[in-house]
Nanobody
């Protein structure tokens, strides 16, 4: 099982980046894929999640209105469009997958599989 996150990089404040997460190695159609991030010296933070063949996406309040998660269930791939970026969005961004219920999407322990992360740096 592999989750491959990509698309990170350097952006200026107010700019945009689009992350991708491709899942492979098993059937993910009934799985939830979530996005998390971890800034230096901070806890990992939930951002958004969606079930590949069903509900979602749902967003954390911190990114609602600026980040948009989309999915291509035929490719087991999700995307995170990040707009109006701020320096405080600087973090390593992770995607994760799991067979979980909607009420558990914000908890890291709910996800069985994690990608390696991609660095996003936003300059002021």
């Amino acid at each position: 099982v592999q989750l491959q996150a990509s698309g990170g990089g350097l952006a200026q404040a107010g700019g945009s980046l689009r992350l991708s997460c491709a899942a492979s190695g098993r059937t993910f159609s009934g799985y939830v894929i979530g996005w998390f991030r971890q800034a230096p010296e901070k806890d990992r933070e939930f951002l958004a999640a969606t079930r590949l063949n069903g509900w979602g996406p749902f967003y954390a309040n911190a990114v609602k209105g600026r980040f948009t998660m989309s999915k291509d269930s035929t490719k087991s791939t999700v995307y995170l469009q990040m707009d109006s970026l701020k320096p405080e969005d600087t973090a390593v961004y992770y995607c994760a997958a799991g067979n979980l219920i909607m009420s558990s999407i914000q908890y890291q322990r709910s996800y069985a599989y994690w990608g390696k992360g991609t660095q996003v740096t936003v300059s002021s």
